[in-house]
């Protein structure tokens, strides 16, 4: 009978491959190991993978309806179905792989989102029966016993339990006994069989599979996992197990960066260099976590501003990989590596009469892509980079000189001659800073950097003073350009040199401006630079303006960071230097707003108008930025988005990387915050994708991104990207984007319902933000989401204090949206308190008050707090107007999991039913706080204390001590009892 089918494709031993689209990948076989990878014989699995050989997998044609499918759990872990496809007649099929080597031989059962997954991995090493050893129940035992003899015998003989008689098992037997099997699986329900490995299938196991399946029931579907080997022989193709008719190929891309700090987190190694190992591995998980572990079993931490460790295994894998190729096809590549701007004519004229073949060589060995017009592209940084590396000096040198000889525009021309030599030459060094200025008249930030510090090294050591000169240029060169590395660099080539204080400042200036969060472990750099500035009064301006940076982000210490901006502005100002005065300005007037001081809007409009007078190059740490901050923090969102939209054509055409980062991040919280939710996801992506190619540390933008995913995305992934940000935040120590990040956490954890969790968040945020001696609680609105989560854990005296205190400070300092939001937490206090009547008319006003206040989500989120109080009161028609206004609100706003989230809380009614009496007082249920009502729920629907412990992250004993009180509440003494009165 027909069936539809998959085949995945993967990328030579990485294990990686999933269904398209998918951002979720597994883990490969071995990652954790220091080792090298299994056999192939093992895991059916081949040695290293080519970096840009693609996933492929084939996929059913037949028409019909996708079957219900689960999503991968993230890097490294074992994935579910992704798509299905069913024709009627036959089993569906389907693509998505298991991790290599997740165990052989039998299939392997476990429960994802309803569907049994069996993994069929194909191998020499003999089979593992799930269950066997750990006192579990063994499903596939039962099977076997329920085969007929000769088939029971053929599988013991297949599974190595039984001897082999020399005439070999009955393959008759066998064939049915498989398809029995697999008809047995499919009967509990649908089946996800995985197929791993199949480059590596013999005949003979192809067509034992292929018979099976073309028995198989509908409700089995069908994987198959195919790694091509690096280089191998591409007229080799696999036993099929279908006709090649019956399925699509689907070629799964390598991971994007964003995929790349998963993995990384995953292994516990650091995120916050995610951007550039996903540039060194090129999105490759084998060279990502090689590089990740490079960076890890360095002997010191590597800094942010740090070149990356690229020895040891990445290396080590990087020339496996190249060694795919054919020894001639090296001189090619390498000079691909050279070039700025590789082709294959240009490297054709360059001495490589055969670039084209060799190319393509090189291509199908997965080291390189082609395009159309002959670009060359590597596939991974680490590739070029090792190239490089292992070139000789002649062979550098007599590439970059015929490079020079063909290339046609003179800053490539100077660049080439330049790197032919080791002579420093004063008019070749010259000729080179003039092109490190036109580079950057063109745009080309980067290029200038890398030209500036050229042109210095160029220079002949006699002429010292010019090469000092340089040095400085190259380091301001590379911080304008965010080029941490290039100014690491300059940096230390100068410092090694007699230079005068004023240049080591500026150099040492150069270096923490291209810090980004990461500023902790700098210590050394601030106290030198605090040295050489002594007795020079715009240059200890220019040094407290960075430690004022430092003590917030770093030190957490806002009293300090304005102590120390107040002093680099009266520095500044007394010597003229209207630049560092507006910047240090600026610097005082948030952390006068964090610290709740009512001369915070003075100090800034003061900046704003020095601005005006002397425009600065960019808008980071700017009056003009930190207005619109302010704007956002009083929630003033159609003034700051105006403002965002005016600088955006600015920062798009001249601005820095870090300016379009800043730009883009502040848009994403302005657009969520306002509802504007499609908007903010695309803003948030565009700050993260910039943020993760500059090398910066992820941290703001993935604050960013899970704000955009609350809004308008999903709460699961908002969650996964708080996670990354507090994970990022502390590898930097930047204190700052920790407490955000948690927020953003616990207040999706607060929402969807993890209420234990979120507490244990909310506290954290908490501890911090008193430790920064934050007192403004427009800056983070922290206040009225963890008192919402005490009165979910039984904490109202908790709550109400802190409502108590933060009332006061919100007033004085006229943040009427955070009273808003107090306003919430304080009416669901009411409806813990037995106060139902006062908490609904309370929340009644309250979403009325945010809808005028242009907050759309919070509105909804108010309306949904009002239905539940509603239901509590007997009042279900009530509770269902709110619940429908909260929805039409999210709809609006294309809020996808707060719509979702007030869909769910809908219980409709059934046509015809009467409207129950709503009891005086609001009944006995209204007593119950919310946390209370979740477990008399849970109990009266059958959950013993145990399940409703586990389900609600509680221990036994809170739960008893819980249902004690509810218990007593409701008058009742046994679970029937309270199960009726829930229903009454």
Known sequence: MPVGRGLVHGRAGDGTTAGPGSRHHAAPAGAGSDTAPPSPAATGHSAPDGPGTSH????????????????????????????GHRDGHGPAREALPGTPGDGLGAPARSRAGGVTAAGLPFGSAPPVRPGHGDGATDP??????????PQREAVAMLCREAAVPDGGWDPIALR???????????GGGPVLLVVDGVQRMDADSADLLRFALHLAPAELRVIAVETPEAGADTAYAPEPLWVPSEADVLNVPPLHADDIAELLIHHRLPSRMAGRIHKASGGNPRLALAVGRSLADARTPVHHAEALSLSGRARDLARQLLGAAPTAVRGTLLLAALALRPTASLIRRAGRPTAEAE???????????????????????LLPSTLVHDACWTERSEGHAALARVVDDPVEEVRHRALATDVPDEELASEVAAAADTARRRGNSALAA?????AAESTPGGNATQRIARLVDAAEEAARAARADLAMRAASELLARDASPADRVRARLAVLDTAGQGLTGLDEIYVHAMEDSEGDTALRAAVQLRLAVKYVLADGDPVRSRAAAVESAALAGSVGDRMTAVRALTVQARMERVLGSPGSERVLAEARALELVERPPGIRNTAQILTIRHALFDDRLPDARDRLGALLPLVERRGTVEDTIELFR????????????????????????????????????????????????SFARAVSYARRSAQA??????????????????????????????????????????????????????????????????????AAALLAAVRPVAERLGRTTVLLGCDRAYALWLAASGKPDEAAALLTDTAEAFGAAGLPLERGRALVALARVERRRRRRSAAQSALQAAAAVFERAGAAPWLKLATETRTPTPAGAPEPAPAAGGGALSALTEAELRLAQLVGRGASNQEAAAKLYLSVKTVEARLTRIYQKLDVRSRAQLAAALNA
Not at 176 to 186: D, E, F, K, N, S
């Open 729 to 798: 935040s502390e590898e930097e120590g930047d204190h700052v984007f920790l407490s955000r990040s948690l927020y953003a956490l616990g207040r999706v954890q607060l929402v969807t319902g993890d209420a234990a969790d979120a507490l244990e968040t909310l506290r954290r945020v908490r501890s911090g933000e008193r430790a920064q001696a934050t007192v403004d609680p427009s800056v983070l609105r922290w206040h009225e989401e963890l008192a919402e989560a005490l009165l979910a854990n039984d904490a109202p005296e908790e």
């Open 666 to 713: 502040t848009l994403a919280e302005v657009e969520a915050r306002q509802g504007h939710c499609s908007a903010a996801l695309a803003h948030a992506e565009r700050s993260l994708a910039l943020t993760l190619e500059a090398g910066l540390s992820p941290g703001p933008a993935w604050f960013a991104l899970a704000l955009a995913e609350t809004a308008g995305g």
């Open 450 to 454: 890398e030209l500036a510090l050229l």
């Open 359 to 381: 190319l393509a060589a090189a291509e199908r060995a997965g080291l390189v892509s082609l395009t159309e017009d002959g670009t060359v592209a590597f596939t991974a940084g």
């Open 56 to 83: 492929r997998a084939n996929r059913a044609k037949s028409p019909g309806t996708p079957a219900a499918a689960g999503r991968p759990g993230g890097a490294g872990g074992h994935p579910t179905a992704d798509r």
């Open 176 to 186: 049915l006994a498989l398809a029995h099997i697999l008809r047995t699986l499919a």
């Open 140 to 149: 596939y035992g039962e099977m076997l016993a329920g085969l007929p003899g």
